[in-house]
């Protein structure tokens, strides 16, 4: 088998763990296939493809991503791990890669599913209307996560956050419906985005993309799992918050969960 195929063959046998075993692959490489493919050639629209770019060129970007000269939430989030030596590593390796490789990312797959019973066992911790789009955002958290933000403690294993997005309501006359404190009323939820911490979790993703044991899932309005293709932006995204246990809102659960 020539050597391009052969490497096709077990890109599409195999994801990061066995991969990491290919000859040479330096292991902090294995932080960018999610997104650059496994072989460095993107099979998405907006991910530029890094095989066979030139290496001098790799280096300058990640040091750009790196410093934030260049910018893009994903890759300032990634570059802002890397040692100088990870970035000499990567660069000669993408160069390295062929560019007529098929496009075959390494999954990460989310094993968060939809929370049975939801809302039931959650607490409402934000709430966001907008009269202009006709819709209103409610934020709710499970009582791991609750109690321990009300204790001031980092959100354990078992916490689980999710974002619904709904219409709001409107009368006979298309005219927004509001309740007796003025407020949108929220109608059918529309989607859901959420995020869930289990132990052990976190050992499936790469290091750099690890959130702790965080998991992060888009749900329909049934509660089927869609973009999970887009799991490892959410894992970069959200990674530079640790110290928040990667919870953009971590400060409004706290204050919702220490009001009397
Ligand atoms: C979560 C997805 C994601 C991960 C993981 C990721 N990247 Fe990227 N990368 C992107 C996106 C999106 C862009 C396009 C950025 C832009 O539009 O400026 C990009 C752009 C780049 C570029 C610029 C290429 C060019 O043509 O200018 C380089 C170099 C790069 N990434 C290297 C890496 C390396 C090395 C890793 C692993 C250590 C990595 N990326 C991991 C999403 C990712
Ligand atoms: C471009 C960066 C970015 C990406 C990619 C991203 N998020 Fe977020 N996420 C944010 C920001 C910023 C907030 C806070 C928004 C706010 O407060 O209104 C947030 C908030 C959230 C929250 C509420 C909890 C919190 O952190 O405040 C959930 C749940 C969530 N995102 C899930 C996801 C999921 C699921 C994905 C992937 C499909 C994803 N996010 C991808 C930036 C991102």
């Not at 530079?240 to 971590?250: D, E, I, K, R, T």
Request: net charge positive; hydrophobic share 45%; glycine share 10%.
């Amino acid at each position: 088998m020539p050597a391009r195929r052969a490497r096709r063959v077990l890109a599409v046998l195999c994801f990061t763990a066995c991969v990491a075993q290919a000859q040479g692959l330096p292991p902090v490489a294995m932080n960018c296939q999610p997104c650059h493919g496994i072989d460095g050639v993107s099979a998405a629209a907006d991910i530029p493809n890094l095989a066979g770019q030139r290496r001098a060129y790799l280096q300058g970007q990640l040091l750009a991503f790196r410093s934030g000269s260049r910018k893009n939430e994903l890759m300032n989030a990634v570059a802002a791990q890397l040692r100088d030596e990870d970035i000499v590593a990567l660069a000669a390796w993408w160069s390295g890669r062929s560019p007529g490789i098929v496009a075959v990312a390494a999954a990460i797959p989310s094993r968060m599913v939809f929370p049975a019973g939801f809302p039931q066992g959650f607490r409402e911790y934000r709430r966001e209307e907008d009269a202009e789009s006709r819709s209103v955002n409610v934020s709710w958290v499970n009582a791991p996560g609750w109690t321990a933000a009300a204790a001031g403690q980092p959100l354990p294993d078992g916490s689980i956050i999710v974002v619904a997005s709904h219409a709001a309501e409107v009368d006979a006359g298309g005219a927004l419906k509001r309740d007796a404190q003025g407020r949108l009323v929220a109608g059918l939820a529309q989607s859901y985005s959420g995020m869930q911490a289990e132990a052990g979790w976190g050992a499936e993703v790469p290091p750099l993309l690890r959130n702790g044991n965080w998991h992060y899932a888009l749900f329909s309005a049934a509660g089927e799992p869609r973009g999970g293709s887009l799991h490892p932006h959410c894992l970069a995204c959200h990674q530079p918050q640790g110290a928040n246990s990667h919870v953009f809102g971590l400060g409004m659960i706290k204050a919702a969960a220490r009001r009397p």
